[in-house]
C-alpha cells in the first residue's frame, strides 16, 4: 500500500518512513501538495513548536491539500505534533489555529491537566485503549508500550479518545475520529508496539 508522508519541513520523516516500510508499506515523502491531496493514505508527522509548523503547512499549500483529502474520505494518520495540529487551537507561545478536524485544543501539559506529571514526558509508557481503537492497536500487552516525547497534550472530547496514557492522571494518547487516526507518541521509536499501530493504519477502513 502507498503511504505519503507529508513534508513541509517539520518532522522526523526518514525514521516515520523507515518504521512504514517495515510495518508492510510503500511510503512516499511529498512536498507537492497536488500529490498529497490525491494520496490513498496521508501521515502527518510533527516536531517542534506549533506555530512554526502550521505556519509551514499553510505556507507550502499543505493545509489546503490535506482538506482536500480529508473531504474526499482519505485515511489520515498524525504523529504527535501531527495529532495536535488536528485540533481547533493551539496554545503554545500565543495562540494559533489549527487545522479544526478534531473539537478542542493543544497546549502544555502543566497549563491544561492541573496533574502532577513530570514535564517533557519522555520514555516508555503504556497507554489504555477505549473501543475507538478497535483494530488499530494491538490488544497484547507488549502492544501497549510506546515511546512518548511531548510537553503538550490535546483536549477534547471523550467520544474521539483512542487511548489514554498515565502521566499524573490520564491525558489522551490516541484519537480517532471519522477518516483520522492519530497518536500522540511515536510508533517509529516504540518497535513492536508502533509496528503493530502502523499495520493497524493500513488494514484501517474507516
Known amino acids: 500500500m502507498n503511504v ?3 513534508d513541509y519541513g517539520a518532522g522526523n ?3 516515520v518512513a523507515n518504521a512504514f516500510y517495515l510495518a508492510g508499506a510503500d511510503p512516499v515523502l511529498a512536498s507537492n501538495p497536488d500529490e498529497v491531496a490525491g494520496s490513498e493514505r496521508i ?3 510533527g516536531v517542534g513548536a506549533a506555530g512554526p509548523a502550521m505556519l509551514a ?3 507550502s499549500g499543505m493545509a489546503e491539500a490535506l482538506n482536500i483529502a480529508r473531504m474526499r474520505g482519505t485515511p489520515i ?3 504527535c505534533l501531527g495529532m495536535q495540529m488536528m485540533a481547533e487551537r493551539l496554545e503554545e507561545y500565543g495562540s494559533h489555529t489549527g487545522l479544526g ?3 478542542g485544543h493543544a497546549g502544555p501539559i502543566e497549563d491544561n491537566t492541573n496533574l502532577p506529571c513530570r514535564v517533557p514526558h519522555t520514555g516508555w509508557s503504556e497507554i489504555s485503549t477505549t473501543p475507538a481503537a478497535d483494530g488499530l492497536i494491538g490488544r497484547g500487552a507488549r502492544d501497549r508500550f510506546v515511546y512518548f516525547c511531548h510537553s503538550n497534550c490535546l483536549i477534547t472530547d471523550e467520544e474521539v479518545v483512542a487511548a489514554t496514557v ?3 492522571g490520564p491525558i489522551v494518547a490516541a484519537i480517532c475520529h471519522e477518516t483520522l487516526f492519530a497518536v500522540q507518541f511515536h510508533p517509529e521509536k516504540s518497535q513492536l508496539g508502533g509496528e503493530r ?3 493497524g493504519f493500513l488494514d484501517w477502513k474507516p
Open 4 to 6: 505519503t508522508i507529508v
Open 13 to 15: 520523516l526518514r525514521s
Open 43 to 45: 501521515v502527518l508527522p
Open 57 to 59: 503547512l499553510r505556507q
Open 77 to 79: 494518520m498524525g504523529i
Open 101 to 103: 478536524w478534531i473539537p
Open 166 to 168: 498515565e502521566c499524573g
Open 197 to 199: 499501530v502502523l499495520q
